[in-house]
T-cell receptor, first 109, second 113 residues
Framework: GQSLEQPSEVTAVEGAIVQINCTYQ??????LSWYQQHDGGAPTFLSYNGLDGLEETGRFSSFLSRSDSYGYLLLQELQMKDSASYFC??????????FGSGTKLNVKP | NAGVTQTPKFQVLKTGQSMTLQCAQDMNHEYMSWYRQDPGMGLRLIHYSVGAGITDQGEVPNGYNVSRSTTEDFPLRLLSAAPSQTSVYFC????????????FGSGTQLSVL
């Protein structure tokens, strides 16, 4: 199968750090991506991990461990505008992409 | 650059009607794809194309047809709409090869009555 598992909802306060985990099945795995989607909007690309380790882009970081079939998205210095849904996605041969069900992040003041 | 443009933004159909969702990109992307998103679910791949004249099925292709006559356009056709096809549809494109970054259109909200 191609399923990805991530928590359905996470709540955090402004200024805090939050981690959104994603586990996946390994068949034909090429890499793990993360997307952000605000209510009523389109998904936008945040980060990609093709190899093990940490990728940092400003306040957002993403981590991958192929041996554990696990990755996470780390959001630091949370802002109200970070309230959105976050999806992990995996590609199998660069042509088929499978998305998790999404994690709704609620940032409270 | 306009990026990925989808039309229409909203559409209501009756069961059995047919229609075409339009998708165009101006980034010279080789790869284009269609997803549907249902409440509480992630995006599911319907069809994709790796270049003009080449299309293939994704996870949920039944009831949908696609064609890719040009690099820029990738229309999605619903042959005989069913209530189960009520969803939000997104078109996405990217450069070919190992590049993983998908660019999404703004979506089409489709209701089938």
């Amino acid at each position: 199968g191609q399923s990805l598992e991530q928590p359905s909802e996470v709540t955090a306060v402004e200024g805090a750090i939050v981690q959104i985990n994603c586990t996946y099945q390994t068949s034909g795995f090429y890499g793990l991506s993360w997307y952000q989607q605000h209510d009523g909007g389109a998904p936008t690309f945040l980060s990609y991990n093709g190899l093990d380790g940490l990728e940092e882009t400003g306040r957002f970081s993403s981590f991958l461990s192929r041996s554990d079939s696990y990755g996470y998205l780390l959001l630091q210095e949370l802002q109200m505008k970070d309230s959105a849904s976050y999806f992990c996605a995996r590609g199998d041969n660069f042509n088929k992409f499978y998305f998790g069900s999404g994690t709704k992040l609620n940032v409270k003041p | 650059n306009a990026g990925v443009t989808q039309t229409p933004k909203f559409q209501v159909l009756k069961t059995g009607q047919s229609m075409t969702l339009q998708c165009a990109q101006d980034m010279n992307h080789e790869y284009m794809s269609w997803y549907r998103q249902d409440p509480g679910m992630g995006l599911r791949l319907i069809h994709y194309s790796v270049g003009a004249g080449i299309t293939d099925q994704g996870e949920v292709p039944n009831g949908y047809n696609v064609s890719r006559s040009t690099t820029e356009d990738f229309p999605l056709r619903l042959l005989s709409a069913a209530p189960s096809q009520t969803s939000v549809y997104f078109c996405a494109s990217k450069f070919g090869g190992a590049n993983e970054k998908l660019f999404f259109g703004s979506g089409t909200q489709l209701s089938v009555l």
